[in-house]
């Protein structure tokens, strides 16, 4: 059974930076292709990046671009998010997901059968 605990999460001030760190126990952890979702208030949880299994191959979702870095460390089984410049937003809950090879090359809800827990990022003056 896969585990994700999730850290990092916290109170940062708008154009502040912030890194999240993801470790998957229970399974191979390069069986498993890795990302990132977030939840607002009220809303669905979207995709926000996605790393394949060398971690060679990212995606990101448009509004993060070029603010936001995914990266894994096989060695540590673990996956990152960096996020720079973020914006004033109310909280939001991100969750790191895994995905078997089943689904390589969809980065939708359904393509991850593993969730984190979550972690809440607030960004606020």
């Keep these: 059974q896969v585990s994700l605990a999730e850290s990092g999460g916290g109170l940062v ?3 502040g ?13 390069t069986s498993y292709r890795m990302a990132w979702f977030r939840q607002a208030p009220g809303k669905e949880r979207d995709f926000v990046a996605g790393v394949d299994f060398s971690g060679d191959t ?8 070029g603010r936001f870095t995914i990266s894994r460390d096989n ?10 410049n973020l914006t004033p937003e109310a909280p939001v ?7 078997s090879r089943v689904y390589t090359g969809l980065w939708t809800r359904g393509a991850f ?12 003056a």
């Design 93 to 99: 809950v991100y969750y790191c997901v895994a995905g």
């Design 17 to 29: 930076s912030l890194r999240l760190s993801c470790e998957l126990s229970g399974r191979t952890f």
């Design 75 to 84: 060695a540590k089984h673990t996956v990152y998010l960096q996020m720079n």
């Design 113 to 124: 059968s593993d969730w984190g827990q979550g972690t809440q990022v607030t960004v606020s």
């Design 58 to 65: 990212t995606r990101y979702a448009d509004s993060v671009q």
């Design 13 to 15: 001030q708008p154009g």
